[in-house]
């Protein structure tokens, strides 16, 4: 029965409520703060806000965190020079918030950083559903970057693209 109730909120959840929410002007600052922020630091962030899952997703049980496990792999997180990736997922039928971090940067970050990031910007999203919380987000991601890998003289390759996914 969980699951079918669900699936029902996925369904009712309209798949562009994602962007209704975060409108062209906020996708561009998501962008402009993921390329501003990976100029600090070797590493490569991907933001995916996702309305709702597809419904035989959210049926059969599918977690918000396996999710943003496929789309760690979809987007190709994984593959950066450093195994420096990292993945901010948001799913709004489910109030979800997820990081992902390849292993190069999860060796060096504890778990606790990545969980105290989530737990804030859910938080920032229920007082209020808008880019704000999320560009927090972004910038503590940065930061955790920047200290583990910080660009020093040599700038970083942009190997991600830098626009937030809007699915």
């Given amino acids: ?13 309209r798949p562009g409520a994602a962007s209704k929410l975060f409108p062209a002007d906020a996708q561009q600052q998501l962008q402009q703060a993921v390329r501003a922020g990976e100029q600090r630091h070797h590493g490569e962030v991907r933001v995916v806000i996702e309305s709702s899952l597809p419904l035989a997703l959210a049926f ?9 496990r496929a789309l760690f792999g ?21 109030h979800a918030v997820e ?13 606790e950083t990545w969980r105290a990031i989530c737990s804030e910007l859910a938080s920032g999203l229920a007082r209020e559903l808008s880019v704000k919380p ?11 970057l920047a200290q583990h890998f910080p660009s020093g003289d040599r700038p970083n390759p942009n190997e ?6 809007m699915l």
């Fill in 60 to 68: 059969s049980g599918t977690s918000p965190r396996a999710r943003a």
């Fill in 160 to 165: 991600l693209d830098d626009r937030p996914v």
């Fill in 99 to 111: 990081l992902l971090a390849d292993r190069g940067i999860d060796a060096r970050v504890a778990p």
């Fill in 134 to 144: 999320v560009l927090a987000a972004v910038e503590k991601i940065h930061h955790q």
């Fill in 74 to 94: 979809a987007l190709e997180v994984w593959n950066t020079e450093g195994h420096t990736g990292v993945l901010l997922y948001i799913n709004l039928a489910d």
């Fill in 1 to 13: 029965m969980p699951h079918f109730k669900r699936a029902l909120r996925h369904l009712g959840t």
